[in-house]
C-alpha cells in the first residue's frame, strides 16, 4: 500500500516532469517535503515494482525505435518469463492479459537493431516465439492513473 507522499507525487507527477537540473528537489518544493523524501519514496516505489521507469515519454520511434511485443507463456512459466522480460534496460513495461498471446510489452531502443536484438534475446533465453507488433499507425493514449481515490 502506498503512503500519502507517495500517491500525491505520482498523482501531481505522472505529467509534466520539471524540466529543471534538479527536478526531484522541484517536486519535494511543490509537495512540501524535502528532497531526499522524494528520492526515498521514488527508491522505494522502484523496488516494490510499483514504479519500472522515471523519464520522458516520446512519440514512438522518433527517437530511437520501439514495437509492442506478445508470448503465449504456460501459466506455470509466466512469472519466471515475465522476470527475464523485464531485465531488459530496453522494456518499458510488461503485463499479463487473459488471452492465448497472456504476456504482452513494450520495446524502446535508441540504437538502430535494438529491438530486434533484444527480440532475439528473449526467445533465445525462454525459448518462447515473440511476436513483434510494430506500430502502424499512432494514436494518443493518456496512461495516467488518479490514485486519490486508492
Keep these: 500500500m502506498m503512503d500519502d507522499l507517495e500517491k500525491r507525487m505520482i498523482d501531481g507527477f505522472q505529467r509534466d516532469l520539471p524540466l529543471v ?67 531488459f534496460d530496453e522494456v518499458n513495461h510488461n503485463y499479463e492479459r487473459e488471452h492465448r498471446l497472456n504476456l504482452w510489452f513494450v520495446i524502446a531502443s535508441a540504437e538502430k537493431g535494438g529491438v530486434d536484438s533484444v527480440l532475439e534475446q528473449i526467445q533465445k533465453m525462454t525459448g518462447i516465439k515473440v511476436l513483434n507488433l510494430p506500430m502502424l499507425e499512432d494514436y494518443h493514449l493518456d496512461l495516467g492513473f488518479d490514485l486519490r481515490w486508492t
Design 21 to 87: 537540473e534538479r527536478p526531484y528537489a522541484e517536486i519535494a518544493k511543490k509537495l512540501g517535503v524535502e528532497e531526499d523524501d522524494v528520492i526515498e519514496a521514488l527508491k522505494v516505489l522502484k523496488e516494490n515494482g510499483t514504479l519500472s521507469r522515471v523519464g520522458a515519454v516520446f512519440k514512438p520511434n522518433t527517437v530511437g525505435e520501439s514495437t509492442l511485443a506478445a508470448m503465449a507463456v504456460d501459466q506455470d512459466r509466466l512469472e519466471e518469463v515475465a522476470a527475464i522480460v523485464s531485465n
